[in-house]
């Protein structure tokens, strides 16, 4: 059964992205058999038409094929890789850009053959210490340093990836019914988490730099608030990074009301900032998430969990083990020799600059004031106004393999009527189908005369 999604637009094309998700989580494997259109249909409650259409699209991105009246399988991959003629299909993940000139599948081949031909093989290939083998730890320890964050092997995780690290957390920290305070809109998968475990969301307002400290400030004293859940550096969606000065306050009032602080930072190292991180400013109640997977490829599956003290740290170890046992070993084990040799700079380098590159088709296309983004970032974040409607710019975006989100999928303020969508630039889509899309935007907001599509 897929889990649909009514932001993503009509439900043919929200059933089309369960698909693509579900292959790209493992849910589907490729040669799977999906259920018949009618029986899909009546589990759906939809008619069958939807269900053929959703089929019919899924094949158009290369997901699924039909044979017949054995019904409709999972495509298997081709011999040499995924066709570059089929545009990526779209999960609603926001992804890392690959670069045209990229060296991450070389790199990543080469330095995983020097791992299976070392000395430390065999430990490689067995199950891992919870919370990452001692020299996995050291490595990210040392990444996390060089960002001015206070961290040894002792209070550092090594998860399988960001969300991994996040369920932990809560799971470490939060009690059914704690109040959690957030901006207007959020990371979903930080919200998922908040309710699964019943913890009480407490949206605060906010301005195009983030979270406002005086909304936080008056959540503090209305109420008890356990933690405050924050991506101060390029904000998933809505792209605001905060000031040092407005850090420091927030820092502050959490000082002050004993609030715990949990730093999402999958993308500061794109942006070369120099503003501290929260963990650099309250070592003592920030728990720091970073993750490799945004800043090189969803591939990797590795992240580092900081938390204030060895005993957080334990206790985070035994939930992660639990959870997922441990991050993919190989993996980990290339992720640690490009910390300790410095190749991860180097691959970060040519994301970064294909982040640029892209920037630069987005600023020559959209007019400056109709989009929000980060310098190096690989969204954007849309307002929409007028007769434009999310479902719309979603589903033109789609057969080109561009990834937008409407707003509603963010949305934890009920009373925050602000619409917009979050386009993500990243993947890997070429600059010709890129610009192409972008002038699709540009014409669906700026040059209507007002109207809407008359498409249904």
């Not at 004993?258 to 500061?268: A, N, W």
Request: proline share 8%; aromatic share 4%.
């Amino acid at each position: 059964m897929p889990e649909i999604d009514p932001a993503l637009g009509p439900v043919y094309l929200a059933i089309c992205a369960a698909i693509g998700r579900d292959l790209e989580q493992g849910r589907l494997a490729p040669g799977d058999r999906l259920p018949p259109q009618r029986e899909l249909a009546e589990a759906l409650g939809i008619d069958t038409g939807t269900v053929t259409r959703a089929y019919a699209e899924a094949r158009r991105q290369g997901l699924i094929d039909a044979e017949g009246r054995r019904g409709s399988f999972v495509r298997n991959r081709p011999a040499g890789g995924i066709s570059s003629e089929v545009a990526p299909f779209d999960t609603g993940m926001n992804l890392p850009p690959v670069p045209a000139a990229g060296t991450f599948a070389r790199r990543f081949a080469q330095d995983l053959q020097q791992v299976l031909d070392g000395p430390a093989a065999a430990n490689r290939l067995q199950y891992q210490p919870a919370g990452g083998a001692p020299e996995d730890r050291v490595a990210g320890a040392q990444w996390l340093r060089a960002s001015g964050i206070e961290a040894n092997e002792d209070n550092v995780v090594v998860t399988s990836g960001a969300q991994t690290a996040l369920h932990a957390v809560a799971s470490a920290i939060l009690q059914p019914g704690d109040a959690v305070c957030t901006g207007a809109f959020v990371y979903p998968g930080w919200t998922a988490i908040c309710r699964r475990l019943g913890m009480a969301i407490v949206p605060l307002t906010g301005d195009e730099e983030g979270i406002d400290p005086d909304a936080f400030e008056r959540a503090c004293t209305a109420q008890p608030i356990r933690a405050l859940y924050l991506v101060p550096e390029n904000d998933n969606p809505t792209t605001g990074t905060l000031s040092r000065q407005r850090r420091e306050r927030i820092v502050e009032i959490a000082r002050r009301h004993d609030v715990l602080l949990i730093e999402d930072d999958p993308y500061s190292r794109l942006d070369r900032t120099d503003v501290p991180a929260l963990a650099a400013l309250a070592p003592e109640r920030t728990w720091h998430v970073a993750s490799l997977s945004k800043l090189i490829s969803p591939a990797l599956r590795v992240a580092y969990l900081r938390a204030p003290l060895l005993r957080d740290a334990m206790r985070l170890a035994t939930d992660t083990h639990e959870t997922t046992i441990m991050p993919p070993p190989l993996n980990m084990a290339v992720c640690t020799q490009w910390l300790v040799d410095g190749t991860w700079a180097a691959l970060v380098g040519e994301v970064r600059e294909e982040c640029l590159a892209r920037q630069a088709i987005v600023a020559s296309t959209l007019p400056a004031g109709a989009y929000r983004t980060a310098p190096a970032g690989y969204h954007l974040w849309i307002p929409l106004g007028g007769e434009t409607r999310a479902h719309e710019l979603v589903s033109a975006m789609r057969p080109l393999g561009i990834s937008a989100v409407s707003s509603e999928h963010f949305r934890v303020d009920p009373a925050c009527q602000r619409h917009a969508v979050r386009l993500s630039i990243g993947g890997s889509v070429d600059h010709p189908r890129l610009h192409r899309a972008l002038e699709t935007v540009d014409a669906l907001l700026h040059h209507r005369d007002g109207r809407a599509s008359p498409m249904v």
